[in-house]
């Protein structure tokens, strides 16, 4: 007895039992947060540190905790090879792999992603050029002012969002113009014609996210379907250029246009010839088409990419290479403590190793995001 007493009160015991007792009112204080956590349509949804803790483990979250961990791994079967050998997600069985599972590709890259981009991005899921005195928030803001001008949406249109995020840019837009606008998410745009009556909306736009369609013909002839003879479809897109100097055939330009497919959802990656083409096809004649950034290395302009980098300001700091660092490890300390999701760690991963691709193929200029294009219905 005597010999278990000390033993009980041997120096690191009350260690042990101060650790455990930490670890405790630790899960009891971030099982409070979780219960309060609510996303909010008007700001950014994740504004303190505290609220990162949410991440793939709040109410609103389209996963259960138990999900995370396969729906990761699901997604990775689809990119298998990706980052160990080089060209194993460009062959034609991988892409088509990735086409004919279209649904799974993108339900389960923003199942897992979501909470993430509103931590570190905001609402509006997308890049924008940016000019030297301008703010990432301001940016943003002017390159859906531009697109909403470019289309002609008025107060009184009609207006068809096409693949519509968490709503930040039709938000936005609506703020600007007054306009009626109606959302589609990734996967029901892929069927619009099934949606909606023939010539209901008077124009449409995408923000970044016909890219992730296995098939954009498809995509295109649905927005044409809903558009009025004579409406308009702005567009930002990404693609790989060619006209810059990107080469297929190049292992380096290769790795980065893959790195940045397994990272986005992406089936793959276009050229500005084929999203030309696919517009003429689906019954569009082009108006105008460039790349939103061609001017990203002018003495006037501030890079696409140097969001990724970010600023050291309180704000701008989880946007840095350093703040994602911090992000993975307190993602890693949370599902260690298993307050986050098994998997947890493997999303975060996957999207620093995509910042590092994007930023690499934006410095080379042989991808941009923001290939803009305004067509009209014949």
Not at 9 to 14: A, D, L, Q
Not at 115 to 134: L, T, V
Request: aromatic share 10%; proline share 3%.
């Amino acid at each position: 007895m005597l010999l278990f007493i000390t033993k009980l009160y041997s120096p690191g015991v009350p260690l042990i039992l101060g650790t455990l007792s930490i670890i405790v009112l630790v899960h009891l204080l971030f099982t409070r947060i979780f219960s309060s956590f609510k996303r909010d349509a008007h700001n950014k949804t994740f504004r303190t540190v505290v609220d990162a803790a949410s991440l793939l483990s709040n109410p609103d979250s389209v996963l259960k905790r138990e999900g995370v961990k396969d729906s990761i791994e699901g997604y990775e079967t689809l990119f298998a090879g990706a980052r160990e050998s080089l060209g194993a997600t460009s062959t034609s069985d991988s892409i088509q792999h990735r086409a004919k599972e279209y649904q799974t590709l993108v339900n389960s890259f923003y199942d897992l992603v979501t909470d993430f981009y509103e931590w570190g991005w905001g609402q509006s899921f997308h890049f924008a050029p940016r000019k030297k005195g301008e703010t990432f928030d301001e940016s943003i803001i002017r390159a859906e002012h531009y697109l909403a001008l470019r289309a002609n949406i008025q107060q009184e249109s009609k207006v068809l969002d096409v693949g519509c995020g968490v709503g930040g840019p039709m938000i936005s837009i609506h703020h600007l113009t007054g306009a009626d606008i109606t959302g589609v998410t990734l996967n029901q745009y892929q069927k619009l014609s099934d949606q909606f009556e023939a010539e209901t909306f008077d124009c449409a736009y995408a923000i970044e996210a016909t890219c992730h369609s296995p098939d954009r013909r498809v995509c295109f002839n649905g927005v044409n379907h809903c558009l009025k003879k004579g409406g308009l479809f702005a567009c930002y897109d990404w693609v790989v250029l060619p006209e810059r100097g990107f080469d297929s055939n190049n292992p380096d330009h290769l790795r980065i246009k893959e790195g940045i497919e397994v990272g986005n959802g992406l089936p793959t990656l276009a050229t500005t010839e084929e999203i030309v083409s696919a517009l003429e096809d689906s019954g569009f004649d082009v108006i105008d088409v460039f790349d939103a950034n061609k001017s990203v290395h002018s003495d006037h302009e501030i890079p696409w990419y140097y969001t990724l980098y970010g600023s050291f300001t309180l704000k701008g700091f989880r946007m840095t290479r350093l703040g994602r660092m911090c992000t993975h490890a307190l993602i890693t300390t949370l599902e260690f403590l298993r307050i986050a999701p098994k998997g947890s760690v493997r999303v975060s991963s996957l999207l620093n190793a995509t910042a590092l691709d994007l930023v690499e193929g934006g410095r080379k200029e042989i991808f941009t995001p923001s290939l803009f294009f305004v067509a009209r219905k014949k």
